[in-house]
């Protein structure tokens, strides 16, 4: 992923004579100083901020891209009509016009510009008369080459005109050709109110129009390592058997994903000066239409398989089994430390987002060195649309994590039930936005799935998340994000494993403590003790808060995110847990305390007193009270867990 500053420079030079005081076609009136040809530079940045500069940016830009640039507001006027630039090497300063090896002076102009036959590209002025120039930019890149061969067959995207009124444009062409391009977001220079950019640099951000993507898969499963993941297409589709099963597949439940021939256009509906404060200033954004809706759009995203896979960490014999922590996740498309593990696949923007489905088959096969295996089916997770809006010149990334607490099934029972075993897959789904550093989010894969995000975080480097960071819970059930309000359906703990212990701090170990445990009301603390007398303590943390939005500030695209959910600030690092109530537990009608005691009970493990409907714990080691009513969980409730790591900062 690539992101390209253009810089438009303007440099002072003196006119030749007085009738050459004008800036394009129309007279204006020039301060002393204005008589300014302006020009263009180039550089070029990556997402790791090394710069790639003059004939590299060049490269990748195919030596040339498209401007055009107005004045004035209303009326408003061209000053540069779909202007080609080009890159010519030891040029710069050769005239006025050139500061560093690109050009626009003298050159045709785009075949899409509305200049008169034959006309040839001028030199162009700034105007103080007028208070307001945009300009806009985009480059067809080096195009696709459908045979490799890049001397033959180039495929470019085809544009249309950028408008003089909005600056929008489009461009028309294949998947591979629309993702070869570049675009730029909105330059306005400014002359009034005390501002004057004029004269200043005019910096040109291009980026890829083109995102990418990359799914990876861990597991944290005790006692086994996992092997043969097989994916499904759709919700209801049986398992491919002719090896397309082995490619990792997610699936929205429409055709609205962009594969194919298409058009996008390219606009920015947040400009002028009363917006010049806002989030969303100038940016660019796309959308697609599909040239044929029944071949060009697809319910699935297809990715490379994970053949010949192996955890880094070493787990059994190499070339079978997936990696055990975020850092050591593995790959689609390579395996973990060669030159393919973590390869981004290229894919268009998709701004509207939509639920994306991972449904899979994979094996366990036991640790202990007896070879058993279990295999479990249809483990689902759902990623929110919130994010899967795919932006140009991001890469997301999509970590499934595969936990003891799966929605997936084993099998059926002797009445033909489904049995579902296990843990869910958890996903860590890492966005990493080229344009303002790295961010990732982590979801659950289950059902509900619980989704968590953090601005920045990098949990492939940090093996989850970072200490003092705002932390974002979404559960999305049945493909709604579901309301979240703590202590009603909602909470978080933090949770400790004594050294030694028999038992694993693990989703399903939180699940039997919360319903186990004892329980100090005063703590709120549940203790389970192990035949080596060794504590799992699942502690209340307070520091949820319900959310109906993300602010600028957090979000991935740096935009306001309606979403509904919840979020904790971790003070310190340690093992965080998210609890949703899917459903809720039955209680009996109650028990008199004096009963209780006559019956022989001393202690209130595994009680609740009710309040308004509202039942609460007991502490499982106090005596009953002889006039209160207690109450005992006939029906437990459901639950579905998150453990969320948090680490120091490094």
């Known amino acids: 992923m690539k992101k390209l500053f253009f810089l438009a420079a303007a440099l002072t030079v003196m006119a030749s004579c007085a009738d050459e005081k004008f800036f394009g076609e129309d007279p204006g009136t020039l301060s002393e100083n204005a008589t300014k040809a302006i020009t263009i530079g180039s550089g070029l940045k990556a997402v790791t901020r090394a710069n790639h500069e003059g004939s ?22 061209y000053v540069f009509d779909q202007y080609n630039m080009k890159y010519v090497e030891n040029t710069a300063y050769t005239t006025e016009s050139n500061s560093s090896n690109w050009e626009y002076v003298s050159y045709d102009p785009a075949t899409t510009s509305s200049l008169p036959s034959g006309a040839k590209q001028t030199i162009k002025y700034w105007d103080y008369s007028t208070t307001q120039y945009d300009f806009a930019a985009y480059s067809l890149g080096a195009g696709y080459d459908h045979d490799d061969n890049p001397a033959t067959d180039p495929q470019y995207a085809t544009p249309s005109a950028i408008a003089a009124n909005n600056k929008s444009y489009t461009l028309q062409g294949s998947k591979d050709a629309l993702a070869a391009c570049y675009i730029s977001n909105l ?25 990418k993507i990359r799914v990876a898969l861990y597991e944290t499963i005790p006692g086994y390592s996992v092997k043969n993941v097989k994916y499904y297409t759709s919700s209801v589709a049986a398992l491919a058997s002719d090896g397309t099963e082995d490619d990792v597949t997610l699936f929205a439940g429409s055709k609205v994903l962009p594969t194919g021939n298409g058009t996008m256009t390219v606009t920015f509906p947040t400009v002028g000066w009363a ?19 029944d071949t060009d759009l697809s319910t699935t995203l297809v990715l490379a ?19 055990r922590t975020s850092k050591t996740a593995t790959f689609a498309g390579g395996l973990v430390g060669s030159p ?13 987002g939509t639920n994306l489905t991972l449904r899979i088959k994979y094996t366990l096969v036991s640790t202990d060195g007896s070879g058993e295996e279990v295999t479990i089916d249809n483990a689902t997770a759902v990623v929110p649309a919130e994010y899967t809006k795919w932006n140009p010149n991001y890469a997301y990334t999509y970590i499934f994590k595969i936990s003891d607490y799966t929605n997936g099934s084993t099998g059926v029972d002797g009445e033909g039930n489904i049995v579902t ?10 966005v990493i936005d080229s344009e303002d550093g790295l961010q990732e989010t982590i979801t659950t894969v289950s059902s509900p799935s619980i989704t968590t995000y953090a601005k920045g975080e990098v949990v492939t480097a940090n093996d989850e998340y970072l200490v003092s960071n705002n932390i974002y819970a979404i559960v999305n059930k049945d493909g709604a994000n579901q309301t979240l309000t703590p202590g009603t359906n909602a909470w978080l703990y933090t949770a400790t494993l004594a050294s030694g212990a028999a038992q694993t701090l693990s989703e399903a170990s939180i699940d039997n403590a919360l319903a186990n445990g004892k329980y100090n009301s005063t703590t709120k603390t549940w203790t389970v003790t192990d035949a080596n007398s060794k504590n ?4 209340l943390n307070n520091g949820l808060s319900a959310i109906t939005e993300i602010p600028a500030a957090d979000s991935p695209n740096g935009n306001v995110l309606t979403i509904t959910g919840a979020k904790f600030t971790p003070a310190a690092a340690g093992t965080y847990v998210l609890r949703y109530q899917v459903t809720a537990p039955t209680y009996d009608s109650g028990t008199l305390g004096s009963a209780l005691t006559a019956a022989g009970v001393t202690t209130l493990d595994g009680y609740f007193t009710k309040d308004a409907e509202v039942y609460t714990q007991c502490n499982s080691t ?3 009270t002889a006039e209160t009513t207690y109450y005992k969980i006939t029906t437990p409730g459901k639950y579905m867990y998150k453990i969320v790591k948090v680490v120091a900062a490094p």
């Open 275 to 293: 917006n010049k404060e806002a989030t969303d200033y100038n940016k660019a954004h796309v959308s697609f239409a599909a040239t044929d809706a």
């Open 56 to 77: 590299e940016a060049a490269t990748l830009l195919n030596n040339k891209f498209v401007f055009a640039g107005t004045k004035g507001t209303s009326p408003l006027s």
């Open 421 to 430: 075993g296990l843990t869910p897959i958890t996903f860590d789904a890492v």
């Open 536 to 539: 799992l303590e699942v502690i």
């Open 305 to 323: 398989d994970l053949a010949n896979f192996a955890g880094a960490d070493g787990v059994q014999d190499a070339g079978n089994y997936l990696g």
């Open 340 to 352: 393919a593990a973590g390869k981004y696949f290229t894919i268009l923007p998709y701004e509207t």
């Open 187 to 211: 330059v306005t220079a400014y002359n009034r109110d005390g501002v004057n950019d004029y004269g200043n640099i005019v910096n040109f951000t291009f980026r890829s129009l083109g995102a």
């Open 622 to 624: 106090t005596a009953p």
